[in-house]
C-alpha cells in the first residue's frame, strides 16, 4: 500500500511539474513582444522562424518564446509568488515584504539606513538650484514652496522586516533638511514627515495603503493640510465629512512581487469631504498624458488664487481637496519642464498659461537625487 502511494504522489508530483510544458498549445495566449508585436506562432514553427539565426541567437528566443507561452503562466507565477508572500519573501529584490503584508521599496530602506549617502556640496548644489528657481518667480511675483513626501518606509519603521537595523548615516532627506537649516537658503520649505509620523497616534497604519508606495486619500489629506497652512494659515482648508475603510483593487507593489493584484483586495482609507463646487480639467494642446499640462478651475473654491504645481505621482491624491482650495490648479510632471532633454513644456509658457500667485513643487523622498538633473536654463534667462 506505502508503494503505491509513494507512486501517486511521483506521478502527481511530475505531472505538475510538466504540465505548463506538456499544455502550452492548449493554453497557449497572445503575448505582446516588445509591447508591439503580437506573437502567435505555436512551438512547432519555431526551426523554420530561426533557421537562418546562430544557435547563440536562437536560445534565448527560445527561452523568451517558452516563458511568455507556458501554459498556465500567470496561474503558476501567482501561486509561486502567493507561497513566497505568505512567508515574507518577495520574488522581486527591488520590493521588501514587512510586517502584517506592507511592501516597501527596497531602496527606500537603504536610504532610511543612510546607505546612499551623497556629499554635502552636491546635495547644497541641488538647494541651490531650488533657491534659483524661486528667486526666479519672485522676480515675477509668484511665490514658492518647495514639498518633500516621504517615503512609506520612513513614516512606518515598524513595519519593515525583522532584520533591518537603524543606520549610523543620516538618510539623504535628512540630509537634505540639515543643509537647508545651516545654509542661508531664503525659500519656503515643507517636509511633511513629521506630520504624518504624528497622525499615527490617531490613524495606525492607514496612511499609506499596504501594497502603494504613494500616501492613501487620507494621508494626502493630512499632508494637504500642512501645505495649505504653509502657504496661508489663515486660508480656509477642505472639511472632512468622514472618512472610510473602503476595500480596493491592490496597487502596483502587489503586481512588482508576481501576484494578481486585481484578484487581491485591500483596505484603503478613503475620505469624503464637503464639496466647494467642481472644477472643470482640460489639458494644453489636448495631450492628456498626466505628465503634461493639465489646469483644474473652480470659480467656486476659497481661494481665488492660481496655483501651479511641479509635481510627481504623489500630488495625484492632492488634487481632490487642492480643486476645492484654489480657483485654477495647474498640474505639470517635474520632468516635463526642469529635467534636461525630458522636458516638452516650457516653464514660462506654463506660466504664462496658468498665470500663478504660488508654484508648489511637489517631489518623493525617493526622488530627491534627482534634483541635481535639473536643466537650470529652463528658468535661468
Not at 24 to 52: F, L, S
Request: net charge negative; aromatic share 12%; hydrophobic share 35%.
Amino acid at each position: 500500500m506505502k508503494k503505491t502511494l509513494k507512486i501517486i504522489y511521483i506521478c502527481i508530483f511530475l505531472f505538475v511539474i510538466s504540465f505548463p510544458t506538456l499544455f502550452m498549445g492548449v493554453y497557449i495566449e497572445e503575448t505582446k513582444a516588445d509591447y508591439k508585436t503580437y506573437i502567435k506562432e505555436t512551438p512547432m514553427q519555431i526551426e523554420e522562424i530561426y533557421e537562418d539565426q546562430e544557435l547563440s541567437d536562437i536560445i534565448p528566443n527560445v527561452k523568451t518564446y517558452y516563458n511568455q507561452h507556458v501554459a498556465k503562466r500567470q496561474d503558476v507565477i501567482d501561486f509561486w509568488a502567493s507561497m513566497l508572500y505568505s512567508i515574507d519573501v518577495s520574488m522581486n529584490k527591488s520590493i521588501t515584504i514587512g510586517k502584517a503584508g506592507m511592501l516597501f521599496y527596497s531602496g527606500t530602506i537603504r536610504e532610511l539606513r543612510g546607505s546612499i549617502q551623497r556629499k554635502d556640496n552636491l546635495v547644497n548644489r541641488d538647494l541651490n538650484t531650488i533657491q534659483k528657481l524661486s528667486n526666479s518667480l519672485e522676480e515675477k511675483g509668484i511665490d514658492f514652496l518647495f514639498v518633500i513626501a516621504p517615503n512609506k518606509a520612513t513614516v512606518y519603521k515598524e513595519y519593515l522586516p525583522d532584520w533591518y537595523t537603524e543606520g549610523e548615516s543620516e538618510s539623504y532627506r535628512e540630509q537634505f533638511n540639515r543643509l537647508y537649516n545651516e545654509g542661508e537658503y531664503a525659500f519656503d520649505f515643507l517636509d511633511t514627515t513629521d506630520v504624518l509620523i504624528d497622525a499615527k497616534e490617531e490613524h495606525g497604519s492607514i496612511l499609506y495603503p499596504n501594497t502603494d508606495a504613494h500616501w492613501s486619500p487620507l494621508g494626502a489629506y493630512i499632508a494637504y493640510n500642512e501645505i495649505v497652512r504653509t502657504i496661508n494659515e489663515e486660508y480656509e482648508i477642505v472639511e472632512i465629512k468622514e472618512y472610510r475603510i473602503n476595500e480596493h483593487q491592490a496597487a502596483s507593489q502587489m503586481r512588482m512581487i508576481g501576484r494578481r493584484y486585481d484578484l487581491i483586495m485591500e483596505p484603503v482609507a478613503d475620505i469624503y469631504f464637503k464639496d466647494k463646487g467642481s472644477a472643470d480639467l482640460s489639458y494644453l494642446d489636448g495631450n492628456t498624458n498626466w505628465k503634461r499640462y493639465g489646469e483644474l478651475t473652480n470659480d467656486e473654491a476659497f481661494q481665488d488664487l492660481n496655483v501651479l504645481i511641479i509635481r510627481d505621482s504623489f500630488t495625484g491624491r492632492l488634487t481632490p481637496t487642492l480643486e476645492q482650495t484654489f480657483t485654477k490648479v495647474g498640474i505639470v510632471h517635474y520632468q516635463t519642464v526642469l529635467i534636461g532633454d525630458k522636458h516638452g513644456q516650457s516653464l514660462d509658457e506654463l506660466i504664462e498659461v496658468n498665470n500663478p500667485d504660488i508654484v508648489i513643487f511637489q517631489i518623493v523622498e525617493r526622488a530627491l537625487d534627482e534634483l541635481e538633473d535639473i536643466d537650470r536654463s529652463v528658468f535661468e534667462q
